[in-house]
C-alpha cells in the first residue's frame, strides 16, 4: 500500500496493491490525482465532438461553425483533436503548470500523452518564444511529450504575442510568427506530422504550425492539444 498527495488539492493517495499483482512483477502505474480531481477534467470521446477541431457538442455532419469557416480558407486538409474539454478546472490546472510554473504537474497527463500518440509519425511540438523561455523556464509542452521522441523544428519569432492579448477575430487573423531552421528541413520532407500542443482555442497558431511545415515539403499535418 502506498500513501501520497494529490498534485492538485493534496488529498491522500491510498493504492493497495494486492499479491498476485506483486508477483507479477508488473510495473505499477503512479497515481497523481484523487479520483475526485480525475473526474473534474472532462474526456472529449464518443461521437458528439467536431471532427476538425475536436470541439465538444453536436454539429452538423460532425463540424463546428469555426471549422466550416477555415475550410472555407482552404483548411479542409488539416484536423486536430483534443484530449480534455478546456472547463473551468482545466483552466486552474494550466493556470498552475503554466502560468506558475508548476512544472511537475507536466507528470498527470504526460503518460496518456505516450498512450495516445502514434509513435510512427514525426512529433513536433508547438515552441516558446525566448522571452518566456526566460521567465517560465520551460516549454510547458515538453513536458506533456517527455516520454516521446519529438523534434523541436519550429522556431518562433520573438515579437510574438500571446493569444491572450487578442480578441476572437484577431486570433483568427494572426500572422505568420513560425520559421523552420534550414538544417531541419530535409527531415520534414514527405513526413507525416503531428503537431503538438497545450490548448487549442481558435486554432490559429497549431494552423500556422502546419503551414510552415506543409510549405516545407510535409506529406499531412495533424494537431493534438491537451484541451479544446
Known amino acids: 500500500m502506498s500513501n501520497n498527495l494529490c498534485l492538485l488539492c493534496n488529498k491522500s493517495l491510498i493504492q493497495s496493491l494486492s499479491l498476485d499483482f506483486l508477483m507479477s512483477l508488473k510495473s505499477c502505474k503512479v497515481d497523481y490525482i484523487c479520483h475526485d480531481c480525475q473526474e473534474n477534467f472532462k474526456l472529449i470521446s464518443g461521437n458528439g465532438f467536431c471532427n476538425y477541431c475536436g470541439r465538444l457538442g453536436t454539429f452538423k455532419i460532425n463540424i463546428c461553425n469555426d471549422c466550416v469557416k477555415w475550410n472555407q480558407k482552404g483548411w479542409s486538409w488539416f484536423k486536430s483533436r483534443s484530449m480534455y474539454v478546456y472547463n473551468d478546472f482545466m483552466s486552474e490546472y494550466m493556470k498552475k503548470y503554466k502560468f506558475n510554473g508548476d512544472y511537475y504537474l507536466r507528470k498527470i497527463f504526460s503518460d496518456e500523452f505516450f ?47 500571446m493569444q491572450s492579448h487578442h480578441n476572437k477575430s484577431e486570433r483568427m487573423t494572426m500572422k505568420q510568427v513560425f520559421g523552420i531552421d534550414s538544417k531541419f528541413k530535409k527531415l520534414i520532407v514527405g513526413k507525416h506530422i503531428t503537431i503538438v500542443d497545450d490548448v487549442y482555442t481558435t486554432g490559429t497558431t497549431i494552423r500556422l504550425a502546419a503551414m510552415v511545415l506543409k510549405e516545407n515539403g510535409a506529406k499531412s499535418v495533424s494537431g493534438f492539444t491537451l484541451a479544446r
Open 115 to 161: 498512450h495516445s500518440l502514434c509513435k510512427k509519425q514525426l512529433i513536433v511540438p508547438i515552441p516558446v518564444s525566448h522571452e518566456t523561455m526566460k521567465t517560465r523556464k520551460f516549454n510547458q509542452v515538453h513536458g506533456l511529450i517527455e516520454h516521446l521522441k519529438f523534434e523541436d523544428i519550429l522556431s518562433v519569432n520573438s515579437k510574438k504575442e
